[in-house]
T-cell receptor, first 113, second 113 residues
């Protein structure tokens, strides 16, 4: 079955690094995604990683994937107050003609000045 | 701006009524997905269309239906509305390939009174 889990809340100080963690259960996941949701807005795609990669870096964002442990993390360097939002981890599942994303419950990141 | 347009932004209606939510995908995207976001159930996948045909079904109630038109816009119809249907409804679109990420609209907030 498919299940994606995240911790609910993370608080950091401005300028520190944030690390948001996610675990998933479906070993046939092909792509894993990070989305950001600000209040009153839709989900904004931040980055994604193919399941045969270990790491992907994109400016202040670093994604680490441990496929053996089914663990995904998003590191935000030099976190700013504008990074305060809910961050969703999602996996792409392959099944009989189905390709949709399964989302975690989201991690609320609060950045304190 | 993701390029996905959803209307209306807000909708308030009474129990038992029927509403239609509309989505225009990004230019060039053939796949449209509908998701429901509520506080207690998180982001739930409802249904996917690809180039006018239903591709995958998630946790969509029988009271709900959707379609994708030849111009690729999509509509989600919700009928016999109940208080528990109050939620944010998101549309997302993608090119449709295995690696193509989903791009989300800003959602329609439905309030059933």
């Amino acid at each position: 079955g498919e299940d994606v889990e995240q911790s609910l809340f993370l608080s950091v100080r401005e300028g520190d690094s944030s690390v948001i963690n996610c675990t998933y259960t479906d070993s046939s996941s092909t792509y894993l995604y990070w989305y950001k949701q600000e209040p009153g807005a839709g989900l904004q795609l931040l980055t994604y990683i193919f399941s045969n990669m270990d790491m992907k870096q994109d400016q202040r964002l670093t994604v680490l994937l441990n496929k053996k442990d089914k663990h995904l993390s998003l590191r935000i360097a030099d976190t700013q107050t504008g990074d305060s939002a809910i961050y969703f981890c999602a996996e792409s599942t392959r099944g009989t003609g189905r390709r949709a994303l399964t989302f975690g419950s989201g991690t609320r990141l609060q950045v304190q000045p | 701006d993701s390029g996905v347009t959803q209307t209306p932004k807000h909708l308030i209606t009474a129990t038992g009524q029927r509403v239609t939510l509309r989505c225009s995908p990004r230019s060039g995207d053939l796949s449209v997905y509908w998701y429901q976001q509520s506080l207690d159930q998180g982001l739930q996948f409802l249904i996917q269309y690809y180039n006018g045909e239903e591709r995958a079904k998630g946790n969509i109630l029988e009271r709900f239906s959707a379609q994708q038109f030849p111009d690729l816009h999509s509509e989600l119809n919700l009928s016999s509305l109940e208080l528990g249907d109050s939620a944010l409804y998101f549309c997302a679109s993608s090119v449709g390939g295995e690696s193509s990420p989903l791009h989300f609209g800003n959602g329609t907030r439905l309030t059933v009174t």
